[in-house]
């Protein structure tokens, strides 16, 4: 009787213990089945936002879409110029609930933020007198244009340069990035507004604290011309990140170019006078006629472009003398004219 006791006691602690199991695997299947959902419905619920300067701006699928939106918006923006390209705003994107928003495709995000991001490229700017007149897309190619500037009005040949040209106002070059609109690559076309003036355009990105008088006289423009340019500019307000066209008028340089040039110089005969009793008083002959004589001089000539702005004599060595006029002049008694008695 006590071993049949013993026998059905360790069978209730067996049927305990299997309990025990089967609850403890119903709970771990009952987390897995949660934890499941939960991962399936934030896959669902999530998605990629595109923010431009803090704002979303558009929700696409992925990181990874993202990513494609922003490479070919950059890409797309710096066309063929070689510079690194940026853009003018902020931009990240980060994870986001999806809620009642429209996931793009990369193609529909790509048209839609378009025209709400300004791409610039780095580009090497030629700055007269502090002020931007042309931007190049290498410094290299900067240096280029300012070489062709001074060769225009030097000429291929230096011969005769007392001094290296040299530009009259203060020229440098400083890095920027520009929209690629605004960036040149030949060298003509650079030249051309260099030695010429013009108005160089330019695209100006809104910034926190700017209105419209103020951009305008930071751009060296009338607000009347800010205005022409940009129609309503002054019947709205203006955010940080708008996009403003901008010009300024860029006078032409001035190479300062300092040569050697000779000239020859006509020295005049003068006169030497010979008194003679034999002649009257008063009385002046020509015997011999002055011949001019011939002087070389070297003169350091200045220029500015193509005008002559100082000439002074370097040195000079005469050629022929010049042969003074010989002039008889009368010192004898005047003749005593017929009178009446």
Do not use: C
Not at 198 to 226: E, R
Not at 231 to 260: C, F, H, M, N, Q
Not at 330 to 339: D, E, I, R, Y
């Amino acid at each position: 009787m006590r071993q049949q006791d013993h026998i059905d006691r360790r069978y209730l602690r067996m049927q305990a213990v299997v309990r025990m199991y089967r609850a403890a695997l119903l709970f771990a299947l009952i987390v897995i089945i949660i934890l499941s959902v939960s991962l399936l419905a934030g896959r669902r619920r999530f998605a990629r936002a595109i923010k431009i300067d803090g704002e979303i701006a558009a929700l696409v699928a992925s990181k990874k879409a993202a990513d494609q939106v922003r490479s070919r918006l950059l890409k797309e923006g710096k066309q063929n110029l070689p510079g690194l390209a940026s853009f003018a705003q902020q931009w990240e994107d980060v994870s986001w609930p999806i809620e009642n928003r429209k996931i793009l495709s990369v193609p529909e995000a790509i048209e839609l933020l378009r025209h709400k991001v300004l791409v610039l490229v780095s580009a090497a700017a030629i700055e007269v007198d502090g002020r931007e007149a042309v931007v190049m897309a290498t410094e290299e190619l900067a240096k280029r244009v300012l070489d062709e500037v001074k060769r225009k009005y030097v000429g291929d040949e230096e011969t005769g340069l007392l001094e290296p040209p040299k530009f009259r106002q203060d020229v440098r070059i400083a890095e920027v990035s520009r929209p690629a609109a605004e960036i040149m690559t030949e060298l003509g076309a650079a030249v051309e507004q260099l030695t010429k003036g013009g108005t160089a355009a330019k695209t100006y990105v809104v910034k926190a604290g700017d209105w419209p008088a103020k951009i305008a006289h930071k751009h060296g423009m009338s607000l009347a011309k800010l205005k022409e340019l940009n129609p309503g500019v002054t019947d709205r307000i203006l955010y940080p990140g708008d996009k403003l066209k901008v010009s300024a008028a860029t006078a032409p340089l001035t190479v300062v170019t300092v040569k050697e040039e000779t000239r020859i110089k006509q020295l005049q005969p003068g006169t030497y006078e010979i008194r003679t009793p034999t002649l009257p008083k008063g009385t002046r002959e020509v015997v011999r006629k002055g011949k001019p004589g011939k002087k070389r001089v070297w003169d350091r000539v200045v220029y500015e472009n193509d005008k002559v702005v100082r000439r002074e004599p370097i040195r000079g060595i005469i050629l022929e003398e010049p042969e003074a006029e010989r002039i008889l002049v009368g010192t004898g008694p005047q003749a005593v004219s017929g009178g009446h008695r």
